[in-house]
């Protein structure tokens, strides 16, 4: 890891420290307690986010109970566990021309695929990305759709003939809408909320593919949706389809979330369905988790001033949203009692969001002697002009205790999933080779993130059954997924 990490830091607890202010004169106070009056805050701190091997077994053992109490019945426990009603996944044999469209944040995407079949696969793909202005996060249904079938019409305009749709058939989609919905079959779910920023009215308790049919009406746009999917299972369906020993996928980005296949014979909640498949994928939405997460004062204050309190502990514990946040809460209360960012706290610091998880990455790659990218970083995004070598070095050991935490927990979550998915197949997960497809902005650029998190599946799993579980990159799975998806569940194709 960084070499800043093992700077020592003397660790004297907060109360000597501050019985020692308070017997000596003023003058002696402020001049000795400068930035190791910061020092019980780093030490307790690391204390409390350790995630020894014994908390990441018990994370793991309430990960897996909590999937299979949610498996049993909605709401029996904190993971949704949703049936996803995919039960064909691509196979390799899909050829043909399909649409996706990706819904999920402040981008939409657009992307055509030709698939070739077994030997050839994609034979060509093209994207397009076009940002969502925040009047229509804020605007109607009508709005938002019609928005969204405009540039999907105009992309449709630009096909060239690298792509060959055959006479007599529409042009498919796979849509991935990245918000809770209730799915009602393949091509069909209800939106349950808005999240992330999106404020749309009308929406909530309407089926966003009838939504999306409707707008393309308008636009005379002679399309159909094939598939309706989560980003998650998108990823899971793209990863399969180059590699079919993969069996989860997990996002880590702004927010997280993991989806499995599981086997249908052993999802009690889906039994009054004659399925005719043996397996179907299951996203779990992780995110909500909360069951004996090492948690800090600094977590609970931020939970307690969210938009939704109480609820995605989780995903605040291990996604890139938060990651950043939790830092800047630990280094806020460093500088109220000590001089960590010199004489006078840095205004810029009690801004809540302002010091994000890409500078925490930024800041853990500088490895040079004077940290001369931590200076550079402070000063910019805090406003600290006077952070000595001892703070750089400080705020980096915070940084690492809160990525670390949260690599191990993303790890034994993973764990979770891969252990009750072999408890129930009896040698499919460790007894052969294992692929966990992995995808988001966090996992992607955070190497000390990702070796935490590796590291903690190895930890719990042991060395041998470990050696049978890839964790693997996978780029816009999602994308290419949800298309792959179309195909798999075209009302062209033929039966599997
Ligand atoms: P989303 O999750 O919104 O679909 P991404 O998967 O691209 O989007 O993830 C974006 C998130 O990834 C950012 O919010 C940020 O937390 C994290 N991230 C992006 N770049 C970096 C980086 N260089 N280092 C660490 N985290 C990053
Ligand atoms: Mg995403």
Redesign the pocket.
Known sequence: MSAAVTSPIAATSFAQQRRGCRAGSAVRCSAAAPTSAAAPILADLRLQCAAPLPVLRRVADAMAADMRAGLAADGAGELKMIPSHVYSLPTGNETGLFYALDL??TNFRVLRVQLGGKDKRVVDTEFEQVSIPKEIMRGTTEELFDFIAMGLSRFVATESDKFHLPQGRKREIGFTFSFPVKQTSIDSGILIKWTKGFAVSGTAGKDVVACLNAAMERQGLDMRVSALVNDTVGTLAGAHYWDDDTMVAV?L???TNACYIEQTETIPKLQHLVLGTRNTIINTEWGAFSDGLPLTEFDREMDGESINPGEQIFEKTIS??YLGEIVRRVLVKMAQVSDLFGHSFPKKLAEPFVL???HL?AMQQDNSDNLGEVESILNDIIGASQASLEARKTVIQVSDSIIRRGGRLAGAGIAGILEKMENESKGQIFGRRTVVAM????YE??PQYREYMKEAVVELLGPEQSKHIAIEHTKDGSGIGAALLAAANSKYAAQF
Not at 439 to 442: F, H
Request: charged content about 10%.
């Open positions: 999920g944040g996002i980005g702004t927010g890139g949203m994000r998880t890409p990455c995808d988001g902005g966090l650029n955070y």
